[in-house]
């Protein structure tokens, strides 16, 4: 089982940047797959990016490629998202989730298909 627990949001104007950290407990989080979804209030909670379980690979949705960057560090059971050039629309709650499916099965885009989520942290964006 693991245990994730997200830390880093807060209140940012348009333009700046945020780092957004996950902390994960248990022996076996080197071989889960990890990403991050948000949730909008009113809204469904999405996709953001995700890393497979060595860091060697990653996938971002429309949205955010080019402005954000998903990375892990498994010596510290850690997984962080580099949020830059933010927008108001960044506005939500973001999750950090773990995926225990082989990353060839295809990147797990779907809430469904991850197996531990954190408790969330509000990132809020200013115009």
């Known amino acids: 089982q693991v245990q994730l627990v997200e830390s880093g949001g807060g209140l940012v104007q348009a333009g700046g940047s945020l780092r957004l950290s996950c902390a994960a407990s248990?022996?076996?989080?080197?071989?889960?797959?990890m990403g991050w979804f948000r949730q909008a209030p009113g809204k469904e909670r999405e996709f953001v990016a995700a890393?497979?379980?060595?860091?060697?690979?990653?996938h971002y949705a429309d949205s955010v490629k080019g402005r954000f960057t998903i990375s892990r560090d498994n010596a510290k059971n850690m997984v962080y998202l580099q949020m830059n050039s933010l927008k108001p629309e960044d506005t939500a709650v973001y999750y950090c989730?773990?995926?225990?499916?082989?990353?060839?099965?295809?990147?797990?885009?779907?809430?469904?298909?991850?197996?531990?989520w954190g408790q969330g942290t509000q990132v809020t964006v200013s115009s």
């Open positions: 989730a773990a995926d225990r499916r082989s990353w060839a099965a295809g990147v797990a885009l779907k809430r469904s298909e991850y197996d531990y």
């Open positions: 248990g022996r076996t989080f080197s071989s889960y797959n």
């Open positions: 890393i497979s379980w060595s860091g060697s690979s990653t």
